[in-house]
């Protein structure tokens, strides 16, 4: 039977960003890189952690050129065809652009084969965005254990909200988990 919650939940209104007390003397003096070391890929990432969404009106190919260059990252939409990433791929001068950008992946069976082609035509990509409305869905788990399979050396992101005893489960199975509050957008890399 299915729980009924009452408890209130937060959402981005809800944040409040207060400033702290600090030894700079500027706000240019302020360094927003980080660097990171993803636990199952092994792979290495040095940039700022901003993400541009993978919705269809945001997350572009336009994008992603205009972030890279500040180190900023793009998930680009999954309504891209395989050509058009194939002419993205061949048309970028700047290889770097690659570093900070994600292809998206729906979980259906078309999703994947697609997934697939993209990666082969664009062999530079090494991170994966997975998005799904349904997170509590095992066939959602078990996709993300089909694409760590096909793809081990790539980055998995997961871009869903959840409730924290799924993101415990999800953790426990494949990822480092980044997550704040109760009820809060979930971003797992893996």
Same mark, same amino acid.
């Given at each position: ?101 994600? &292809?998206?992946? %729906?979980? +259906? ?6 997934? *697939?082609? @993209?990666? /082969?035509?664009? $062999? ?7 998005? &799904?409305?349904? %997170?509590? +869905? ?6 993300? *254990?089909? @694409?760590? /399979?096909?793809? $081990? ?38």
């Amino acid at each position: 039977m299915p729980r009924i919650e009452n408890e209130p939940k937060l959402d981005f209104k809800d944040v409040l960003l207060r400033p702290k007390r600090s030894t700079l003397k500027s706000r240019a003096d302020v360094d927003l890189v980080r660097e990171y070391e993803f636990k199952n890929s092994k792979k290495h990432y040095i940039g700022i952690p901003v993400a541009a969404s993978n919705m269809d009106t945001v997350g572009t190919f336009e994008m992603a050129t205009a972030l890279a260059p500040h180190k900023m990252f793009t998930t680009v939409h999954k309504h891209y065809t395989v050509e058009q990433w194939k002419n993205f791929f061949e048309s970028e001068t700047d290889a770097s652009v690659f570093n900070h950008i994600a &292809v998206s992946s %729906g979980i +259906s069976d078309n999703d994947f084969t697609k997934l *697939r082609a @993209v990666c /082969e035509v664009v $062999p530079s990509l090494e991170y994966i965005c997975l998005d &799904v409305a349904n %997170g509590y +869905s095992e066939v959602f788990v078990e996709f993300i *254990r089909k @694409v760590r /399979e096909q793809f $081990p050396r790539s980055c998995i992101i997961v871009c869903i909200s959840l409730t924290k005893s799924k993101n415990e489960r999800l953790f426990y199975l494949f990822f480092r988990v980044d997550y704040t509050g109760r009820f809060d957008t979930l971003i797992l890399y893996s």
